[in-house]
């Protein structure tokens, strides 16, 4: 008897689970203002040049292979670096359209000049 109060108990619980699922999915869908335009991520960095290229590369690598379809475009801004920071993040921009090299202070004008309509 306590086994099938535990199953009903479960069950309920799964349930009312997947409904909470299904409700969010829903809401998503129909009271956010999302776009299908695509994704900007942009990625601020200060003397990281034993890091950047590599995170730089895993997020061409699954853009090209359809794994970040909805990335746009990759902004890297470069907050001052002291080290070769600056130099790998244009190597990379200049051989890949999806990243973009810019500056601190330009940063701020690409964000508002990016067309959300």
């Given at each position: 008897?306590?086994?099938?109060?535990?199953?009903?108990?479960?069950?309920?619980?799964?349930?009312?689970?997947?409904?909470?699922?299904?409700?969010?999915?829903?809401?998503?869908f129909t009271y956010t203002n999302l776009k299908p335009d695509g994704i900007y991520l942009i990625v601020a960095a200060k003397n990281q040049e034993?890091?950047?290229?590599?995170?730089?590369?895993?997020?061409?690598?699954?853009?090209?292979?359809?794994?970040?379809?909805?990335?746009?475009?990759?902004?890297?801004?470069?907050?001052?670096?002291?080290?070769?920071?600056?130099?790998?993040?244009?190597?990379?921009?200049?051989?890949?359209?999806?990243?973009?090299?810019?500056?601190?202070?330009?940063?701020?004008?690409?964000?508002?000049?990016?067309?959300?309509?």
């Amino acid at each position: 008897m306590l086994d099938f109060i535990l199953n009903i108990i479960i069950s309920v619980l799964a349930i009312y689970g997947l409904m909470e699922i299904i409700k969010n999915i829903y809401y998503i869908f129909t009271y956010t203002n999302l776009k299908p335009d695509g994704i900007y991520l942009i990625v601020a960095a200060k003397n990281q040049e034993s890091h950047i290229e590599g995170f730089l590369r895993n997020f061409l690598f699954r853009i090209i292979y359809g794994k970040e379809e909805m990335i746009k475009q990759i902004i890297v801004a470069d907050l001052g670096s002291t080290d070769n920071t600056k130099d790998i993040i244009d190597k990379i921009a200049s051989d890949n359209y999806q990243i973009k090299s810019v500056d601190w202070k330009d940063c701020k004008e690409i964000i508002e000049n990016i067309n959300i309509n």
